[in-house]
């Protein structure tokens, strides 16, 4: 590498939008269309080419390199080859393959190998290798005949190709150790619908163009004769790529411009797309345009081996610092791999006579490949320690004086007058809504021990404060005149609904209106619309939530003089209801919403705060397990913050793991805040939870004791339960992942256990890997889908292929009751496994009316939606001890049956005591008291005031 200071800030460029990028790829909106995303990146790098050749004189090489034929001559021998005239547009043909490899690999991203990608340097030594020149030594001095046998072999070793080479290929498979050290995602590779051994093959191919692309690029760019026309070839062919990739997806746009559905143009998705486009293609302008010039400038070999080193060197780094957790068990492969990484790369740097690297000295450099090796090692002993107690034993005890605490807090008022001042400190001084002391007498004749706590309906109706009731009408108009809408309507003391024709609609509906009847004479006349489908409707970006959550607060509507208040009846601020287009259809069927699972992720993306994970894009790495995006919510392996873990923000990764996500969305779907009430929801969604279509809950279970129930976890689910399946979603979806891992696991795929050890003569605690089939073993997992009807259509077939079918079994008459959401979006049913005396082993990301009312490890054992954790969790209950051996050695592990019983019966005691048909009508009482207020026209005069 040149030594000049023009030099190493290209260096610098290319090494920090290198980091930057890998940084930043795993979440981009950009993979949802891989062939425009490549267009535009092309296209935008094309053009930055061209800017900065304006600017060349200011850039190394700008004097030109080719001062006269003397120079010229005496530089040929350390420049490669003259370029072939068909050079360029072979280029432009590989760069166009290249993408479309890596838009096949993508797509079965999960079936793919990590670290192939890290033996591209081996290639380009290998090509220098089979294409070294030995330069001719002039020199007017008499040879030495004599000469130092130790210093001459010491030289050639040095400078031979072979040395290059193997130094190349030492750290680059040092770089490829770390893929088997990232755990991986439970997201699987089918043998049915994918082809992993032609994506690892396509994964090789990629690699192998790679390097015929950059070799033929440096030797057009090298002999160039300055900077600016280096510049401008370059521009010229990144702009012909992105041309050929245009092409492309125009063909394959009018190719399927039948299929192309669910494309309305949603607010907030352009913007993001672009957004991404724009700092991304910057990102990757800097690097295509640092690596030309630094490579024409020295090798091409250089700046590929240093990223790769750097990708290397900050992958050990975090498997270090990961030493000791459940992520990274054992420390010695993670070492070995720094360790190889680091004395590869120094050879690397004396075979290829590299006394800088960056902006470092090659000395410093190994100076601190030395410290950091020894700093890990030290890390490494100190962290690698056996834990004395296991971390659920802690979180039953965290979470049981929680439970006291949220008792507490939610049933301080015993009087009117103290319900009345606790409602006012709650709410920013607000009186409660009229009538408040109908409904606190109404719920303490029904013995409820929630008084205060409303948390999620508080949540739900502050938007709504940030509009004026004329608004909240126009929207109910809106929603009105939908399908799958139920109307009730209150007046004059009673209630009644518009009477659907659907069967189970009307069903619903009566139940509700049954529900409202006892105190309906204390309710405001009103209509409200419900959602009948099971999925939620409403999904406003958060930018708009947020801003009407801050103009309905009352600080601010204290602060605002009365002449900047929103008057009544002005409804400009309302915007129009962006409703889907029903004229798209699914094919077959008219008149059917339609929004694809991209778009849909792309939407709940928006719904999350600036800043946060998700509102970055969606993860689009379905491989690997994401670290980051657990720990907010874990104690360890364990799930501790239920309510965390509910919110999707802070978690990218999620909208790959749910049916949720991965299928399309057949439901209308509104951008606009609209009063609509709906049985459940995920937090980025805007709906108002309102306790319906839960009577079938508070029937009667058969109450069978604990002790009595078979020791076995049960987990079944229909197989015909979804109406659209997708590619991603029967490799994906959170029970195609659940059956797979416990029944159809690779001898490859791994989990991560805690596993009990003797040490000092007690049972200590110690995390292992484990291979998942040897893991499932011990464990009494029963695990399947039903189907009940003949299979006919590809999807059941390609489930009883996948899977296989069981005959459907009475779920509570086993000790622990797995429970999952339903494929149609639709919340777990946890009520009745509640009341049952068994212990329900909850993974759910769908909140409803009672959701804040339960709390992990004493009403319920949560379970990760990926399901890292489901070994070593239902492990500590079942126990291991007797059950077979684990690693080659019988298990310590007893069974926690003590725990397990008092779970199953604090769930049962406090469903009994807070969530029965009783509570849920105290919950609607107070939601429509606080609605009734909200869509009144003198709201800000409303409320309930004790008498003097």
């Known amino acids: 590498m040149a030594r000049d200071g023009g030099s190493r800030l290209t260096a610098v460029c290319f090494l ?136 001459d072999f010491k030289n050639w070793l040095l400078s031979s190709p072979i040395t290059l080479l193997f130094s190349t290929v030492l750290f680059s498979y040092g770089v490829f150790m770390l893929g088997d050290l990232t755990p991986r995602s439970t997201y ?108 024409c400038d020295a090798t091409v070999l250089e700046p590929t081996a240093i990223a790769t080193f750097t990708s290397g060197m900050m992958g050990s780094i975090q498997n270090v610092l990961l030493i000791g957790t459940y992520l990274q068990p054992s420390s010695g492969p993670t070492l070995a791999a720094l360790s190889i990484i680091s004395v590869g790369f120094i050879m690397f740097t004396y075979t290829n006579d590299m006394r800088w690297i960056v902006v470092f000295k090659r000395v410093f450099l190994m100076a601190l490949l030395i410290c950091i090796i020894l700093t890990s090692v030290i890390f490494a002993v100190a962290k690698h320690k056996m834990v004395d107690r296991h971390p659920v034993d802690d979180l039953v005890y965290k979470n049981r004086v929680e439970a006291d605490r949220w008792l507490r807090h939610a049933s301080v008022s015993t009087t009117l007058k103290l319900a009345v001042a606790e409602y006012k400190d709650r709410h920013n001084g607000r009186d409660p809504p009229p009538n408040f002391d109908k409904w606190f007498e109404y719920a303490r004749k029904h013995n409820s021990v929630v008084i205060d706590r409303f948390d999620q309906m508080e949540k739900d109706l502050r938007p709504f404060w940030g509009m004026t009731p004329q608004q909240i009408q126009n929207g109910f108009e809106k929603l009105k005149g939908l399908p799958d809408i139920g109307i009730i309507t209150i007046a004059n003391g009673k209630a009644s609904h518009n009477r659907p024709k659907d069967i189970y609609a009307e069903a619903v509906l009566e139940e509700t209106i049954w529900i409202i009847m006892p105190f309906a004479e204390h309710l405001p006349d009103m209509s409200i619309a419900i959602n009948m489908k ?121 909208f790959n793991l749910h049916d949720f996500h991965t299928t399309p ?129 590809a999807n059941c077939q390609l489930l009883q292929r996948e899977f296989g079918f069981e005959e459907a079994r009475k779920a509570l008459d086993y000790r622990y009751v797995m429970l999952t959401d339903s494929a149609d979006g639709g919340p777990a049913h946890l009520l009745p496994t509640l009341r049952s005396n068994s212990v329900p082993v909850l993974s759910s990301i769908f909140r409803e009316w009672y959701t804040e009312r339960l709390l992990p490890w004493v009403h319920f054992v949560p379970v990760d939606l990926r399901y890292h954790a489901l070994h070593s969790t239902m492990a500590y209950f079942v126990g291991l001890k007797n059950r077979g051996p684990i690693n080659d050695r019988p298990q310590l592990t007893t069974a926690r049956l003590e725990d397990a019983r008092w779970i199953a019966e604090q769930g049962r005691k406090w469903a009994d005591k807070a969530i029965r048909g009783e509570d849920m009508a105290v919950y609607m009482f107070r939601l429509l008291l606080e609605w009734g207020r909200i869509i009144s026209e003198d709201r800000d005069d409303l409320g309930f005031k004790l008498p003097e």
């Open 16 to 151: 920090a939008s290198y980091i930057w990028l890998s940084c930043s790829l795993q979440r981009h909106s950009l993979i949802d269309q891989p062939r425009l995303s490549s267009f535009l990146l092309l296209f935008i790098s094309g053009a930055a080419a061209f800017a900065a050749s304006l600017f060349s004189k200011w850039l190394p090489g700008a004097d030109g390199r080719f001062d006269s034929e003397a120079v010229l001559k005496g530089m040929q021998s350390s420049m490669p080859h003259r370029p072939r005239r068909f050079y360029l547009p072979c280029i432009i043909f590989l760069i166009v393959f290249r993408l479309e490899i890596i838009h096949t690999v993508i797509n079965d991203f999960q079936c793919t190998t990590e670290g192939i990608e890290a033996f591209l340097p081996v290639l380009l030594a290998a090509h220098e290798f089979f294409s070294h020149r030995t330069p001719p030594v002039v020199s007017d001095e008499p040879e030495d005949m004599w000469g130092d046998p130790l210093e």
């Open 188 to 295: 699987f590779c089918s043998t049915l619908i994918n082809k992993s051994s032609y994506t690892v093959l396509m994964q090789w191919l990629g690699v192998f163009i790679d390097a015929v692309v950059l070799i033929m690029l440096w030797r057009v760019l090298s002999w160039a004769r300055t900077t600016k026309s280096r510049l401008r070839t370059l521009g010229g062919i990144l702009i012909l790529a992105s041309i050929g990739v245009s092409a492309l997806w125009l063909s394959t746009r009018i190719s399927r411009h039948h299929d192309i559905i669910g494309h309305h143009p949603f607010k907030g998705v352009g913007s993001l797309y672009f957004f991404d486009v724009f700092s991304t293609g910057l990102l990757v302008s800097t690097l295509i345009i640092s690596t030309a010039l630094w490579a």
């Open 534 to 654: 099971e999925r939620p409707r409403i999904l406003v970006p958060w930018d708009d939530v947020h801003r009407l959550t801050m103009a309905g607060s009352q600080s601010r509507f204290q602060l605002l003089p009365n002449r900047l208040r929103p008057r009544r009846g002005d409804d400009s601020a309302l915007p129009e209801s962006n409703l889907m287009d029903a004229s798209r259809a699914l094919p077959g069927s008219a008149a059917q919403p339609y929004v694809s699972a991209k778009k849909f992720r792309q939407l709940e993306a928006l719904a999350c705060p600036p800043g946060s994970a998700a509102r970055g894009g969606v993860q689009w790495d379905v491989r690997d397990f994401c670290t980051s995006c657990v720990k907010p919510h874990s104690q360890g392996q364990f799930l501790e913050d239920w309510e965390m873990f509910l919110d999707p923000c802070h978690q990218p990764d999620i």
């Open 665 to 793: 969305h057949l439901d209308d779907l509104h951008q606009d805040l609209l009063p609509l009430f709906s049985r459940s929801k995920t937090d980025s969604f805007s709906d108002i939870i309102i306790p319906i279509n839960n009577i079938w809950a508070f029937l009667e279970v058969e109450m069978t004791l604990f002790d009595k129930k078979k020791d076995i976890v049960v987990w079944q689910a229909p197989a015909r339960e979804s109406r659209a399946e997708t590619r991603q979603s029967l490799v994906g979806g959170h029970r195609h992942r659940l059956v797979h891992l416990v029944n159809n696991a690779s001898a490859a795929d791994e989990v991560t256990m805690l596993l009990g050890v003797q040490a000092d003569g007690k049972t200590k605690f110690q995390y292992e890997q484990t291979p998942t089939k040897v893991a499932n073993g011990p464990l009494p997992f029963e695990f399947s889908f039903t189907n009940s009807e003949p299979c006919e259509d």
